[in-house]
């Protein structure tokens, strides 16, 4: 009887060890695991952080060249009003000089 107590009692000592140990190695993993995975967010937060900046610049050169882009069309736009005028007092002159506009001499 007392023989089938120790060996009762080594075989459920035996059972706890191994579910203790068991027990520490899944922790363990799931503590690696957590941690992996908490340090993949980081790096995927720092590359997000570098590609938003790097936008961020990009929107600003792209913002400056519009508006730079925008002075240099009104200045055409003047340019082209003020070569329109000057085409069309030249067109009078040249009809002026022969005698009317479109040439018609009566």
Known sequence: MVTDIV?????????CLFLLLVYRQVRTGARDAWR???ESQTALAETQTARAEALDAQVKTLIAEVRSLRLENEALRIEVASLRR?????REHIDNLIGGPRGDSE
């Open 86 to 90: 000057e085409n069309s007092e030249l």
């Open 7 to 15: 060996g009762t009692a080594e075989v459920v000592g035996g059972a």
């Open 36 to 38: 992996e995975v908490a």
